[in-house]
């Protein structure tokens, strides 16, 4: 799974508005300020914070 850059670009953590980065799995966004885990299913970003994963 790969995010295009341009997108990655745009894409901010919900909670925080920070910076997310993706994760080494490719499975999913990692906000480093909140510590969540936005997962990827089907290639889409679930941007939700209810989805997200504490880490």
Do not use: W
């Not at 295009?4 to 080494?24: H, Q, V």
């Not at 990692?30 to 880490?55: F, G, Q, S, T, W």
């Amino acid at each position: 799974m790969t995010i295009d850059k341009e997108l990655l670009d745009i894409l901010a953590c919900p909670k925080c508005k920070g910076d997310i980065r993706l994760n080494d799995q490719g499975d999913g966004l990692i906000c480093d300020a909140c510590r969540l885990l936005y997962p990827i299913k089907d290639e889409i970003p679930v941007m939700l914070i209810d989805e997200a994963v504490k880490i």
